[in-house]
């Protein structure tokens, strides 16, 4: 329906609504003048929160005027010598104006939020066909079957450069000629065309040019142009890889895919969970009284528990794609672990951490980053599931070509059946279920990071007595050869 018609509908609509609030107010049930007034009042905030400013407000005069015409004295005079009448009109204008904006902006959000869903979903289905495919021919022309139908585009067209090869979704493509996709192939610049809605971009992954993309119809955003593409250049890779027979190279093109889709994902999950933990910390700062405060309190509590949980899950989805590759460079073990105490000071809570560490040490070849997030998990663990107050020790030794450190506290301990199984995703002790916060995951996680190093983590355990977790990791071969 187009605008002018569609608002004028809704704006008949509204003064009918209104007129038949009066009318059944002067004809058919008798109350005082306050509850037309505020009848009025909710049928403007109902108008102004399903349509519109200019509907609730033509609806806001009328309103007043009829208010004022059939029930403040004098009854029949739209006398509006009384200020009564006034702060009628201010108050429905008032009202209307409030009410649409924030109808207006919870509108948008919705609608943002819904595109941002409607893209990640499209770009998963493309990311899945994009995984399905086998040659470069089937995976291009899918390709570009799977743009049009899942964008919602008329046309796509996909110009691959190593096959000199053109693939149409349909006749109407022809609209982007076959030298315009081969210039944007060789540039590094998209060209986009408004006007006749045309959009074209090259492909190109790690530098090299690989062919370009067109789009007929429908605008996308510049970053679902940019995911698209990168999508296409990975999986066009992987079927490149896949012809020529190298599986790995086809499987580490597959890994990347996934990431990609886990990154898209992953801003999805975060971007909603940073304006909840900002806008309940902000109520929170000053709240009304206490039943508010412990609500906010729990909101608050979860929120953080929910970020938790999905930067977990995230990091590990991504240690799992394959696309974690340690950063190593030969580090003081000694250096790590005074770091990563210092870092938990605050989570230590106080307790005395007794250092044995067997100098001197030869370096490790890490990631420093990472493994420092290592001992921060098991330093955590530690203090999460020993008795408050008990010390933790930490001790580092070298064992052949490799170091051990390991973590020693004296808390319940891990039954001898649970102590491989914890390592595991997801997996929580049953002494820990229902009773400490958790994920199960954090274990998981560290496994991941020690053994894309190349090392090993293991836990033994006395239950009653506590838990030694411990992990080997390479001597920086400097050292070795020393
Ligand atoms: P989470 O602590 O979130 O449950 P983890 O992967 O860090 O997840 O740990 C998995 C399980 O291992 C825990 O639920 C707990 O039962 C057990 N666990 C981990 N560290 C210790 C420890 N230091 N002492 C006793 N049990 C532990």
Redesign the pocket.
Known sequence: MRPLLRSTIRILASLTFVGLIILAYCKFVTVNPTTVALTLLLAILGIAARWGLAESIIASLVAMLGFNYFFLPPVGSFNIADSQNWVALIAFLITASTASQLSIRARRRTAEADARRREVERLYALGQTMLMSGSVRTTARDTVNSIMRTFEIPGAVLFSKMEDEFFRSDPQTLAISDEQLRWIAGSEEPLIDQQRQIAIVPIRLGGQALGSLGFIGGTLSTAALNAVTYLVAIGIERARSLEEGSKTEALRQSEALKAALLDALAHDLKTPLTSIKGAVSHLLAKPRDADEKELLTIANEEADRLNQLVVEVLEMARIEAARFHPDRSPHAVSEIISAAVQAQEESLKGRRVELHIDEPLPAADIDFEFIQQVLK?LLD??V???PVGSPVTISASVAGERIVISIT?R????AEDEQAR?FEKF???R??RGQVL???????IAKGIIEAHGGRIWVTSQPGKG?I?SFALPISEEELVK
């Open positions: 998990q663990n530690a999460k599931y020993s506290d808390g319940k301990g891990i914890i997996y929580r002790g002494a820990s958790g994920t199960g995951l954090g274990l998981s838990s977790f």
